[in-house]
């Protein structure tokens, strides 16, 4: 498993590009975490970005608010949704990011099947985030 963890101040960037692949078939959103939930399970990027603000709106001095990972199995393994879905609460959780509002998208635009996480690095206090990124055993 290779894991690519990236910070931005683009929240908004981080939801459009995962939620392009989901309109254009090429993914879908596999689960989604203290979300603001949608009746049919469909979302726009408004809607999952309403779930963050009063996170943002808590602190608005970090920079860097945005996290976006991708998860990314080897080539040669079959991972099914569920699966997915486990890594990534796992992986979450072992960061120090289980209670946070995040989503899980699953991209196949290309030859093996990935998951991309977004979430926040800032509590609902407002407090900023320190990743554990080396913790995460998976």
């Known amino acids: 498993m290779i894991a690519k963890i990236g910070r931005s101040a683009n929240l908004y960037g981080a939801l459009a590009y995962n939620q392009l692949k989901v309109e254009n078939e090429n993914g879908q959103i596999l689960f989604v975490n203290k979300m603001i939930e949608t ?78 996480i977004v979430s926040v690095c800032v509590d609902e206090q407002g407090k900023r985030f320190r990743t554990n990124s080396r913790k995460c055993g998976l």
């Open 39 to 116: 009746a049919n399970g469909h979302y726009s990027v408004a809607q999952l970005a309403q779930s963050f603000a009063p996170y943002l709106i808590a602190n608005r001095n970090t920079e860097k608010h945005t996290l976006h990972i991708s998860l990314n199995p080897d080539p040669n393994d079959k991972v099914s949704d569920d699966r997915f879905r486990e890594m990534a609460e796992q992986y979450m959780r072992e960061m120090g990011y289980g209670e946070q509002p995040f989503v899980v998208f699953k991209h196949t635009d290309i030859d093996r099947s990935h998951i991309h």
